[in-house]
């Protein structure tokens, strides 16, 4: 069993930059592939960016490539994403997956475990 917690959401002005963290307890991630997903009101849950930890291979959506970077901390059984050049259309309840992918990093039913959310708002 994996427990997520996520941290690190808030209120943030359009080009602003926001880091979430994602600490995982139960089990080392360095076995699994760790995802942030977000869900803005109305909308489905959206896939924002994964991470393998045994080849080191990162993934981003198209609407965050460019912007976001995803980085792990094995030694801390870690995961964040830092947010750069925030807008508001990436205000949304931001989530963190832990699962081993078998066929798409991108979608949610691949990945097991899940954190409670943080909410992130970008304002104009």
């Known amino acids: 069993q994996v427990h997520l917690v996520e941290s690190g959401g808030g209120l943030v002005q359009a080009g602003g930059s926001l880091r979430l963290s994602c600490v995982a307890s139960?089990?080392?991630?360095?076995?699994?592939?760790m995802a942030w997903f977000r869900q803005a009101p109305g909308k489905e849950r959206e896939f924002v960016s994964a991470l393998t930890w045994d080849v080191g291979i990162t993934y981003y959506g198209d609407s965050v490539k460019g912007r976001f970077t995803i980085f792990g901390d094995i030694a801390k059984n870690a995961a964040s994403l830092q947010m750069n050049s925030l807008k508001p259309e990436d205000t949304a309840v931001y989530y963190c997956g832990a699962g081993r992918p078998r066929s798409s990093y991108r979608r949610e039913y691949e990945y097991d475990y899940w954190g409670q959310g943080t909410q992130v708002t970008v304002f104009s």
């Open positions: 139960g089990r080392s991630l360095n076995s699994y592939t």
